[in-house]
């Protein structure tokens, strides 16, 4: 029989992006498919969501859905088979999906997300299982569980702990959840409303888009005042690694590339390279081409990569910069774009195209993160022959075998490890990687590797179809 699975996100590839949380939520349907779980996305309705709904019918009219006007709006966008949150009070608005056009958060996040997790609540009780993610999400396990009128078993995961989507206690008469609610086992959290707690404590299984970070956010460090929760309930956790798209992210035939390539036709990066090098306003050469796509935050350690800029160069190293994110960051790798012209190329912005030709094009890409739940640029570099450069933490340390000794002489490396995220730690792994540069077969044999290992979704999918059933028959 195929299990009936509501996906309840804030953002799904290719309706709106604004990280790997989007590639996730996007991919998933397609994952699951195989194994008779027929996943439907409920998603904001967002302006580029309303405009890309085909086939849409309205399933639900709310008069009041905390405060505001909705539809709940099924049909297809984006190739992805959706039911669209349509309130334009909430999400009818210019800048991105969680800030406005001045990057400030939007002061009624938590009802445009209270929102979502009501609706979200709804829609599941009428199917097999409820999947919600991040803090944007979780609230949709909150209200299943309160509401009491349904058995729909939930699952939560979690893409990033460090958002816990935490509001003044002010706001909770306004979510229609009862008194008992406001407990510590509940949705308080600090003194206020913690979302991602809410879904978390409610969820009958919580799951982390890595195995290294599912252990990880069992501890303070990394467990952002949620790892006594996580730590009470380990037996409910699970670590799923991410997957990829293979079919979006394929470098044999991907049209943001200037010349399409596999791992028998690598000299064919060179053309995706001169592609990269102008549009980063790099002087044309041989010398090993980093790059980075990424938030430029502290999370991803881009302040780190900054402060190492001159070193590269010293080292005769390049680099190519694609991201947005803290000013400090991206006004520290805009000075050294000015301080090196022809060696380091910044654009400031998100340009999905882009990130595609970096990936076809640069020889490496650094990825210097103080945490990360998965990582998918590491994969995208994998699949792509752009070797990673990353700091030894969560998804990077389950994806990318380091290129020691014993990895090179069995042929298993993959990338470059390191274990401290400084600009020491750094420097020194990026030296390792332009030693390997200098080594072409050595090079080569990275390349392949990585390009021939299986980032497809097949197992996770399974993973995740197994982890729904088992709810669904009560033997977890
Ligand atoms: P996170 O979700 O934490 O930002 P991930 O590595 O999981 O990190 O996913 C990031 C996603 O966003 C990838 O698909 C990456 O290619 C994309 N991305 C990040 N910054 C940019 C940018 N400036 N332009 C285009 N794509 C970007
Ligand atoms: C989050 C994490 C990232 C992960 C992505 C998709 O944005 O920061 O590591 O790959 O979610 O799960």
Same mark, same amino acid.
């Given at each position: ?15 709106i ?8 939520? @996007?991919a ?15 998603i904001? %309705?967002?302006?580029?969501?309303m405009?890309?709904?085909? !086939? ?6 709310? !008069?009041d ?8 709006? #099924? ?19 210019? &800048? ?7 990057? !400030? *958060? ?14 979200g609540?709804?829609?599941?009780? $009428?199917? *097999? ?8 999400a979780?609230m949709?396990a ?7 009128k349904?058995?729909?078993p939930s699952?939560?995961?979690?893409? +990033?702990?460090?958002f ?11 979510? %229609?959840?009862?008194?008992? $609610?406001f407990?510590?086992? /509940? ?28 252990e990880?956010?069992?501890?303070p ?6 790892? @006594?929760?996580i ?10 690694? +991410? ?6 992210? +394929? ?13 028998g036709?690598?000299?064919? =990066?060179?053309e995706?390279?001169r ?29 780190v ?13 390049r680099?190519?910069v694609? @991201?947005?994110?803290e ?6 790798f805009?000075a ?5 012209? #022809? ?17 076809? %094009?640069?020889? $490496?890409?650094?990825?210097?993160s103080?945490?990360e ?7 995208? /570099?994998?699949?792509? #022959? ?6 030894r933490? @969560? &998804? ?18 993959? %990338?470059?490890?390191?274990d ?5 730690g ?17 090079? =080569?044999?990275l ?18 179809a197994?982890?729904?059933?088992r ?6």
């Open positions: 029989m195929t299990l009936k699975v509501l996906s309840v996100v804030s953002e799904a590839y290719p309706l992006k604004t990280g790997g949380l989007a590639d996730v939520a @996007g998933l349907p397609a994952a699951l498919a195989p194994y008779d779980v027929r996943l439907t996305t409920l904001p %309705g967002y302006p580029p969501v405009k890309a709904l085909e !086939k849409s019918q309205t399933v639900h009219h709310y !008069k859905l905390l405060g505001v006007e909705a539809h709940l709006v #099924g049909g297809i966008a984006g190739g992805l088979e959706v039911i669209v949150l349509d309130a334009p009070a909430l999400y009818t608005r210019g &800048g991105g999906p969680y800030a406005g056009p001045d990057g !400030k *958060d939007w002061p009624d996040n938590w009802r445009r997300f209270a929102a979502l997790g009501r609706a609540a709804d829609v599941a009780a $009428a199917t *097999d299982l409820l999947h919600a993610h991040d803090w944007q979780a949709a909150a209200y299943l569980r309160f509401d009491k349904t058995a729909t699952v939560v995961t979690i893409h +990033n702990i460090a816990p989507g935490r509001f003044p206690a002010e706001i909770f008469p306004s979510l %229609g959840l009862p008194l008992e $609610a407990s510590i086992d /509940g949705v308080e959290y600090f003194g206020g409303v913690g979302f991602l707690k809410s879904g978390l404590q409610a969820a009958d299984a919580i799951t982390t888009v890595s195995p290294t970070y599912a990880q956010i069992h501890e460090e990394f467990g952002m005042g949620l790892d @006594g929760l730590a009470a309930r380990r037996d409910r956790v699970f670590g799923i690694v +991410n997957g990829i798209d293979t079919a979006v992210w +394929n470098p044999a035939s991907d049209q943001n590339l200037a010349a399409v390539y596999d791992d036709t690598l000299r064919a =990066r060179e995706n390279r592609a990269a090098e102008v549009a980063f306003g790099l002087s044309e050469g041989e010398e090993p081409l980093f790059c980075a796509v990424s938030r430029l935050t502290q999370q991803k350690g881009m302040d990569l900054a402060a190492v800029v001159d070193e590269l160069v010293a080292m005769g190293g680099l190519a694609l @991201g947005t994110g000013a400090e960051i991206e006004a520290a805009t050294a774009a000015v301080r090196y012209p #022809g060696a380091v190329g910044v654009r400031i912005g998100y340009d999905e195209a882009l990130s595609h030709l970096l990936q076809g %094009g640069a020889d $490496a890409i650094v990825i210097p103080r945490f739940p998965c990582g998918l640029t590491q994969l995208y /570099g994998l699949r792509y #022959g752009c070797i990673p450069v990353a700091a933490t @969560g &998804g990077l340390a389950d994806t990318i075998v380091d290129a020691n000794e014993a990895a090179l002489a069995s042929g298993a490396a993959t %990338g470059f490890l390191f401290s995220v400084t600009p020491e750094l420097t020194r792994a990026l030296q390792r990687a332009m030693g390997a540069f200098g080594r072409r077969e050595i090079w =080569r044999c390349q392949k590797r990585g390009m021939k290992t299986d980032f497809s979704w097949a197992r996770s999918g399974q993973r995740y197994e982890l729904y059933k709810l669904v028959n009560k033997s977890l």
